[in-house]
């Protein structure tokens, strides 16, 4: 019997693995890649042009309140590291402001739209009746303190007019900073705009610009601190707003739980974002009555009216202290979160990549059918991954066209990791566009050929690619002998129709220690133990 199924079995008699194991979602790939970019979950496109701001990179804090005097530089708060003693009062404060008060009111569903001048006109009278319950209205963009015709246009109209009819309203504000200081001025620009109104939904920070999702994590999320702190110093709530793949990837979680977070992902079945939110931006192209144009539409989960403003709120009865049945199924996050790497990744700091976070490491070990084609990084980032213990496994990528090319690629990766002990999987990744020209039973030879070459040299093995490549391109007998690696983006679970024990679930990942976007992944099984009691993969 087979190492896999042999295995699978007894942890299934030892009561090992877990029962929610993820299956497949209504969204699928398109193709063997999967192009999920920033872009196609970005809320809106910006007609005006802005000048440019400063930016000032470095090492920046992500918790640090902005000073409170309005004549301290606002980048006098930054730090060196994000972590320090106040994040625990700042989660405190989080959670006295979210579980204060009566909790039956805590949690609402209740549906939403964000407008800007891009909808032109609206009839709010209209739109109310159509069941829209709350909007978010931008307020403006930039440092409109410096640049007064940054105010959105229509900005006075929407609040006025969606406030007669009885509509709750929040605030957003489009960002553009790049740093500290920019975000701060951005803050007190949005706060001059609305301060005369009454809110009843939070004040969000809209970062996506391509500019922003280039800087460094740590600045990123210090520009968020700075604008979210400073509008609550005024007394008012905040939030921030952008989508699910940088608030995934490009802020620290410690910041993300200071504040309410609103994310976007479009056409998906949940947002493909892990942690906490209040507000699902799902659709960019909604019609509502009333409104001319596509709306983004939203979905809201947090009883916003009834947080901010107690004293005042009337309930009607749809409150509830339960977000269970509320909130979309949201990410799995396995047993453990890893990372895979390449030669593409340079010279890693593995103490800081284990000091993020990361409990594994899935390392290219080389690709073809030379034992020359050994990944340029392989035994650096084996050796520096293992003295910062972090546990390892080991990828192959496949250029094989018949089963006997894979033989020689099988004994090729066995050269190269022979020796060496790893806790995860020796994975064959076949996701190379050259084999897509194959038939999808030459596919299915090529995969058991190199996996029971490894197999019989003791090694755990299993097949990595796309879910459509996977669900599409080989016969579903593989997965009932080896395992699984999954890769889908954007997504709250990879559309793959079979048993997976890992889900690579983004490519455009930031981890301290490593230059440039890296891989991420979770991993449904305590492979570790697997390895270790069965005394395989150089145990």
């Not at 609103?262 to 909604?286: C, S």
Request: net charge negative.
């Amino acid at each position: 019997m087979k190492i896999y199924k042999t295995l699978l079995s007894l942890l299934i008699t030892c009561g090992v693995i877990s029962s929610g194991v993820m299956m497949s979602a209504s969204a699928a790939d398109s193709g063997i890649y999967n192009d999920i970019t920033y872009s196609s979950e970005s809320k809106e496109y910006e007609e005006f042009k802005v000048p440019d701001q400063i930016s000032k990179v470095g090492n920046s804090s992500a918790s640090e309140a902005i000073a409170q005097d309005e004549n301290v530089s606002a980048s006098a708060a930054m730090l060196e590291t994000p972590y320090n003693v106040f994040d625990i009062y700042d989660a405190h404060q989080k959670y006295v402001k979210l579980h204060s008060g009566d909790m039956s009111m805590i949690y609402k569903k209740a549906e939403g739209i964000d407008v800007s001048y891009a909808q032109g006109k609206i009839d709010w009278k209209a739109v109310k009746d159509s069941g829209i319950d709350f909007a978010i209205i931008r307020a403006g963009f930039g440092n409109a303190n410096k640049y007064p015709n940054q105010v959105d246009t229509w900005f006075k109209y929407n609040i006025e007019e969606a406030q007669k009819v009885g509509m709750d309203v929040g605030i957003y504000w489009y960002s553009y900073a790049l740093d500290v200081e920019a975000a701060y001025n951005e803050a007190e620009s949005c706060y001059n705009v609305i301060k005369d109104y009454d809110i009843q939904y939070p004040v969000f920070f809209d970062i996506e610009e391509e500019k922003q999702k280039r800087l460094p994590t740590s600045q990123v999320s210090a520009i968020i601190d700075a604008f979210c702190s400073r509008i609550e110093s005024k007394g008012l709530y905040a939030g921030v707003y952008s989508f699910s793949s940088l608030l995934s990837s490009n802020v620290y979680q410690q910041v993300l739980d200071k504040y309410t977070v609103w994310v976007a992902h479009w056409d998906v079945a949940a947002p493909g974002y892990a942690h906490d939110y209040g507000m699902w931006q799902y659709n960019a192209r909604g019609r509502v009555n009333g409104i001319n144009t596509e709306v983004d539409l939203d979905h809201c989960y947090i009883n916003y009216p009834y947080l901010i403003s107690p004293e005042t709120y009337v309930p009607d009865g749809t409150e509830t202290d339960s977000s269970e049945q509320l909130f979309p199924v949201s990410m799995d996050k396995g047993k453990a979160k890893g990372i895979d790497v390449s030669v593409w990744q340079g010279k890693i700091d593995w103490d800081k990549v284990k000091s993020s976070g990361v409990d594994y490491a899935v390392i290219r070990a080389g690709y073809g059918d030379l034992a020359t084609q050994t990944d340029k990084y392989f035994e650096a980032n084996i050796e520096g991954a293992e003295k910062a213990g972090i546990d390892c496994g080991v990828y192959w990528y496949s250029y094989a066209s018949s089963p006997a090319d894979a033989v020689l690629e099988a004994e090729a990766c066995y050269e190269v990791i022979k020796g060496h002990k790893f806790e995860y999987p020796v994975y064959y990744a076949v996701e190379d566009p050259s084999i897509a020209a194959l038939s999808n039973q030459e596919i299915t030879d090529i995969i058991n050929a190199f996996c029971s070459t490894l197999e019989k040299k003791g090694y755990y093995v299993g097949v990595k690619s796309y879910a459509n490549f996977l669900n599409t391109r080989i016969d579903p007998s593989v997965y009932s002998k080896y395992d699984v690696w999954v890769a889908h983006y954007g997504v709250s679970k990879p559309a793959f129709n079979s048993h997976f024990n890992m889900w690579q679930f983004t490519n455009e990942g930031k981890i301290d220690g490593i230059k440039g976007y890296v891989n991420c992944n979770y991993a449904y099984l305590d492979f570790p133990s697997i390895m270790k009691k069965a005394h395989i993969n150089g145990f």
